[in-house]
């Protein structure tokens, strides 16, 4: 008989499929609706911890470095990420300070850091799996940095007419850690690390739900 952990239900048709092992670079799709349902990824572990020690040596300078040099009316000023966030809060821009740190800075750090503790193993020698996984899942949907970019590119173009505008090293920083956070989201697969979470966990978790044990 099958182990009945190795089947897994399609997300679009619910259609029962066994989960095989793929060769490396291979995706397996519903037969009935053609829906993604899992892939084997060329990153290894050391492969995530890799570019998550990239992700956190970039950024002293991506939260500290200007992004842009402004010279206007003969006043020369900078701007980094942090400065920008504390300026929105100064003036009394609560909720659009709190959005963009959660968006640019503590998600797309909280992703780095998630990624780098599945990756080396220290979530699982913590048992803190389950709560890592949920936590990055969190995280991958809130790290934005790409819309930040795209809005500080927009403001420089409205800026360049009237001011003397130059790039700074943060800016660049910043679009490196872009495309790294950008290269996880996509490649950062979450199902071998699900499949280590014991199952004994799951039926305690059942026992002690009501709802599931009338
Ligand atoms: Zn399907």
Redesign the pocket.
């Known amino acids: 008989m099958s182990d009945p952990h190795s089947v897994i239900v399609?997300p679009?048709?619910?259609?029962l499929i066994e989960r095989k092992l793929l060769p490396m670079r291979r995706h397996a799709h519903?037969p009935?609706?053609?829906?993604h349902l899992y892939g084997r990824y060329a990153f290894r572990p050391s492969q995530l911890m890799a570019l998550t020690i990239t992700g956190f040596l970039l950024l002293p300078s991506t939260l500290f470095e200007p992004l842009l040099y402004l010279r206007l009316a003969g006043v020369n000023s900078d701007a980094n990420l942090l400065k920008g966030i504390l300026m929105l809060f100064g003036e009394g821009e609560l909720w659009v300070a709190s959005l963009v740190l959660w968006c640019a800075v503590l998600a797309p750090v909280g992703l780095l850091l998630g990624i780098f503790a599945l990756a080396s193993g220290l979530a699982k020698r913590w048992h803190m799996l389950a709560p890592t996984l949920k936590a990055v899942e969190v995280f991958r949907h809130w790290a934005m940095l790409e819309v930040y970019i795209v809005s500080l590119m927009v403001a420089l173009f409205k800026l360049i007419d009237i001011a003397d505008v130059r790039l700074g090293g943060g800016l660049l920083s910043l679009g490196i850690l872009m495309l790294l956070n950008m290269t996880l989201l996509i490649l950062f697969d979450p199902a071998p690390y699900w499949e280590r979470i014991p199952l004994q966990n799951a039926s305690q978790e059942l026992d002690h739900d009501p709802d599931q044990c009338p």
Do not use: S
Not at 12 to 15: G, H, Q, S
């Open positions: 399609c679009a048709c619910d259609l519903c009935r609706c053609h829906q």
